[in-house]
């Protein structure tokens, strides 16, 4: 019976880690996302973390000549 609960505890624990990361967003795609709704030119991007959770941080350069900074969190959150 054991030997019942502890695969049926992998395959639950696998699929969680298969739908969260599924969730989750690549910087590539968090700077292109965020350079077509602001109309703008990515000047950097790279990911922190704070407090345990991923966060994407993209500076743009808007058609004003304005920089500004984007965060998106990682998880698509």
């Not at 395959?11 to 109309?39: C, G, P």
């Not at 900074?69 to 990682?74: I, L």
């Amino acid at each position: 019976m054991f030997p019942l609960i502890k695969r049926l505890l992998i395959a639950f624990a696998l699929t969680v880690v298969m739908v969260v990361s599924a969730w989750a967003i690549s910087l590539q795609e968090a700077a292109e996302r965020v350079a077509r709704q602001h109309d703008a030119e990515v000047v950097s991007a790279h990911t922190i973390e704070r407090d345990g959770r991923r966060i994407h941080v993209i500076r743009i350069l808007t058609r004003d000549g304005v920089v500004r900074t984007v965060r998106v969190p990682a998880d698509g959150r």
